[in-house]
């Protein structure tokens, strides 16, 4: 967050999960930046980064206790694909990186790297 604001950025995280949840996660993390309700992931789907979860899936996450229809506030059953973008000042977006693995995520330092280039 520091490199960030020093480059004179926002940062903000948009996710699907009721403003609830977010906010417990950021009171207890501790966090300093905005996260923004995707209501029904319409944003992401927007993006073409959302999917559903097979019915297979869905028994899986609810076998280890993960309720995505009280986390989401909604009965899709459906996930952003973990997304990063870098959008100037204007609203043009500079940089994106989005991977269907939930694994994969783009290193910090490639982020702060493409916001010193705006």
């Known amino acids: 967050m520091p490199e960030i604001s020093a480059a004179g950025c926002t940062l903000v995280v948009i996710s699907p999960q009721v403003a609830a949840i977010s906010r417990n996660i950021a009171d207890k993390l501790e966090l300093t930046f905005d996260i923004l ?7 992401a789907a927007e993006f073409g980064l959302v999917f559903t979860l097979p019915d297979d899936l869905r028994q899986l996450y609810q076998k280890f206790g993960i309720d995505l229809v009280t986390a989401n506030g909604d009965e899709s059953w459906t996930l952003p694909m ?3 973008f870098v959008i100037d000042r204007g609203g043009l ?3 994106a990186d989005a991977d269907p693995d939930y ?4 290193e910090p330092s490639r982020t702060v790297e493409a916001l010193r280039g705006l």
């Open 37 to 43: 309700v995707d209501r029904g992931n319409r944003v």
């Open 82 to 84: 973990p997304a990063r």
């Open 93 to 95: 977006i500079r940089a």
């Open 103 to 106: 694994t994969r995520r783009p």
